[in-house]
């Protein structure tokens, strides 16, 4: 088996097919957008393929060290004009290819008129071993 991540973007990826930001959603199509993502999730832990997920508010920083005995640097809020992860799952999966088919499942959640979104999602296997090691990460 191997863990794949699984982001879906708020923005800066490309654009989705039904491309109707969540804010403009009624509250019965975002209720069916988190109900359909909840069924997903229950489906892959009856198959042992999911791990976890959760949904992400569009606020954040970015934050870094900025040297011993200093306070961190930060970086935002930017909601308005960088790339935002709306949200992420694990899934554990035995090759890629699943896990290409299971985040192209979960793009067709439905968003706006009730219609599949079609977003893309970022599909990014879990480092296996550090780069030139033959040791295994945990």
Same mark, same amino acid.
């Given at each position: 088996?191997?863990?794949?991540?699984?982001?879906?973007?708020?923005? @800066? $990826? &490309?654009?989705?097919?039904?491309?109707? &930001?969540?804010? #403009?959603?009624?509250?019965?199509? +975002?209720? =069916?957008? +988190?109900?359909?993502?909840? %069924?997903? =999730?229950? #489906?892959?832990?009856?198959?042992?393929?999911?791990? %976890?997920?959760?949904?992400? =508010?569009? %606020?954040?920083?970015?934050?870094?060290?900025?040297?011993?005995? #200093?306070?961190?640097?930060?970086?935002?809020?930017?909601?308005?004009?960088?790339?935002? +992860?709306?949200?992420?799952?694990? +899934?554990?999966?035995?090759?890629?290819? #699943?896990?290409?088919?299971?985040?192209?499942?979960?793009?067709?959640?439905?968003? $706006? @008129?009730?219609? &599949?979104?079609?977003?893309?999602?970022?599909?990014?296997?879990?480092?296996?071993?550090?780069?030139? /090691?033959?040791? /295994?990460?945990?």
């Amino acid at each position: 088996m191997a863990k794949y991540l699984l982001l879906k973007h708020y923005r @800066g $990826a &490309p654009a989705a097919v039904n491309d109707v &930001p969540m804010d #403009r959603w009624t509250p019965e199509e +975002i209720s =069916a957008h +988190i109900r359909y993502m909840n %069924d997903f =999730a229950a #489906r892959l832990e009856k198959t042992g393929e999911f791990v %976890d997920g959760q949904a992400l =508010a569009p %606020d954040g920083m970015w934050v870094r060290s900025d040297g011993e005995g #200093r306070p961190p640097v930060t970086d935002g809020p930017f909601a308005e004009t960088k790339d935002l +992860i709306a949200g992420w799952m694990v +899934i554990d999966v035995d090759s890629q290819e #699943r896990a290409v088919e299971l985040a192209g499942e979960l793009s067709a959640a439905p968003g $706006a @008129g009730g219609k &599949p979104i079609h977003e893309w999602l970022e599909v990014r296997p879990f480092l296996a071993a550090p780069p030139n /090691s033959t040791e /295994s990460c945990h």
